[in-house]
């Protein structure tokens, strides 16, 4: 099959976000002016740079008159976030606090998680978490949209700091199997990797 307008796919649902997947989630947390803890999932994530180590996200929608992302005003009000990544473990956490709710609710208290102060940003981290990227916003780029009530926007940040939790480093590496990162797919589907295979790449 081909298609080329999002709209005319003929399937029984839009199959984009299923063909790219599974997609990392950051579980992003940043304050807003008066101190309020945010916390939400994106899965249009991910790492562009190690050096010095780059993330991109995603947060799209509503414009901020019709009640855009916390999470962007928040960024761009205080150049600070948390990239918090999840795992199986914290997937129904992860979950619950991507509820639409009003910029005063503390989605960590939502969520059920812990908040523990970061070291080098003014920005709680998840303490569960298998890992947390500490990030200093460094631009945002808005994007084309097809209807003019909604936004889309990247949103680039450098990491300063990354705390991991010992318990998924085993031999000096990062332990798949006990980490357990989760990702999403299409639809309502995700998955947790437990295992994965080594491929070096070609000796010329
Ligand atoms: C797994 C998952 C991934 C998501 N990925 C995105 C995303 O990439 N971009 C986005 O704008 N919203 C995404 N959402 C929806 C946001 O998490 C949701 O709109 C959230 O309420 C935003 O919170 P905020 O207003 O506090 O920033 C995702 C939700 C889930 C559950």
Redesign the pocket.
Known sequence: MFYDDPKKHNLKHNPFKALIAPRP?AWVSSVDLDGVP?L??????NAISDNPPMIV?????LRPTGHG????RNIQQTNEFVVNLSNWALREA??AS???VGPEVD?FALAGVTATPSTHVNVPRVKEAPASLECRFLTRISLPSTSPKTENNIVIGEVVGIHIDDAIIRDGMIDTAAYHPLA?HGYMDYSAVDSVFEMLRPDV
Request: charged share 20%.
């Open positions: 989630i945010n939400a999932p994106f899965s249009f994530f996200f995603a947060p799209n929608g992302k916390d999470t962007l992860m979950n991507s509820a639409e989605e999403r």
